[in-house]
């Protein structure tokens, strides 16, 4: 084993996206220290999910990391949300450096690389006598719906200082980074886990129960259900096709699910287990990214599902997203008609096998390998 690795991402147990993907790769081979979601926003008090979550972290505060994979070891601190004050960044650095202080040593990382996979990392990164700090920007975090954009911003432009390179998940975003730091921003899009997803191409899975009595083509989403979606692409579409059903896997936000509720080929499945997913995706009949392109921050998306969905041998209908307009056996659509004629298309048979193969050399491993090639030619420049 190396030096390790220190990284900054989200919970622990959230939908799995590649700021979790790359540090699962990265803890194959290196002793790794998961610092799990470190507050890109203040909590609602009002909401049960956020209360919910503080209510673990503090029954969490003085308990060891817990190692779940691999060599990684997730911690969960306790420190103040959104820190915008001078005296708050200071309380923070002391209570985060003293949580992990035991793990530090157990695990060995006196000079680790780090990661950080939020944006906000910034105020801590310099704690930890890191030999090289990453920076993996997979969002334009500032025109997120949910948090402080301006402040978010701001945290952004300090981590960037303190960087020494930059990966960013959509040409836009590498754009936009460049403009805004001096140290190498790179291209680094999305890798899938390939051995996962296409056991859904070439394998008989059980049909999930509760696809049992859903009869007819099955137009499948898997993601979060939240401001990102066009609301009014699928309140005219879904009407036009009542011989198709639309399946949507994931949580919901902001009461997405509220206007569609009243059309018979909606069908909400909630969450699912990540291991259940080629399952579902087996028994889809095509995929769909129904992104709404009007929402600013969906300009620089780069949607993991797509690759997801690709290795499973699914077809996949989209809006004219810059990172999926020249991608094989994805039809990008900018009308209600264009939709309805492209979904139809990627219904017609087709050779799944040879679909999920064009993700093949795409797998996670593979594009951590060249991600850790350049950092290594960074650390050693």
């Not at 699928?234 to 198709?244: A, D, E, G, R, T």
């Not at 995706?281 to 009007?294: E, G, M, S």
């Amino acid at each position: 084993m190396g030096e390790g690795v220190i990284a900054f991402s989200k919970d622990w147990n959230d939908l799995p996206t590649s700021g979790m993907h790359v540090p699962w790769q990265l803890g194959k081979s290196e002793n790794l220290l998961w610092i799990s979601s470190i507050g890109t926003r203040k909590p609602s008090l009002s909401s049960g999910r956020d209360i919910g979550r503080i209510t673990e972290r503090l029954k969490k505060i003085w308990k060891r990391a817990e190692h779940t994979r691999d060599n990684i070891w997730v911690k969960s601190p306790v420190i103040l949300p959104k820190a915008s004050s001078a005296t708050q960044v200071a309380i923070n650095r002391v209570a985060l450096k003293s949580q992990v202080a035991h793990e530090r040593k157990s695990l060995n990382l006196k000079a680790p690389e780090l990661w950080s996979f939020v944006p906000n990392a910034g105020d801590y990164i310099d704690l930890f006598n890191a030999s090289v700090k990453v920076y993996y920007c997979v969002d334009d975090w500032s025109r997120m719906h949910s948090v402080d954009g301006e402040w978010i911003k701001q945290k952004e432009d300090e981590l960037l200082t303190k960087c020494d390179v930059v990966f960013a998940t959509s040409e836009k975003l590498v754009t936009n980074l460049s403009q805004r730091c001096e140290v190498p921003v790179f291209y680094a899009p999305h890798g899938v886990d390939y051995q996962h997803f296409s056991s859904a191409a070439n394998n008989e899975l059980t049909r999930p129960n509760d696809l049992k009595g859903v009869e007819g083509p099955i137009v499948g989403f898997i993601g979060t259900l939240d401001a990102r979606m066009d609301i009014n692409l699928l309140k005219n579409l879904l009407p036009k096709v009542p011989q198709m059903n639309f399946v949507f896997i994931g949580p919901e936000r902001d009461g997405f699910c509220d206007d569609l509720q009243q059309f018979p080929n909606a069908h909400f499945l909630g969450i699912k287990d990540y291991e259940e997913l080629p399952a579902y995706c087996r028994h889809f009949d095509c995929a769909i990214i129904p992104y709404d392109l009007n929402n600013p921050y969906n300009h620089s998306v780069n949607p993991i599902k797509v690759r997801e969905f690709l290795a499973a041998g699914l077809q996949v209908i989209a809006p004219k997203l810059p990172e999926l307009i020249d991608m094989q056996h994805v039809h990008c659509q900018d009308s209600i008609e264009g939709w309805r004629d492209g979904i139809e298309k990627a219904l017609e048979p087709k050779d799944r096998e040879a679909v999920s193969k064009t993700m093949q050399e795409h797998s996670w491993s593979e594009r951590v390998k060249t991600l850790r090639a350049k950092v290594a030619e960074i650390r050693n420049s």
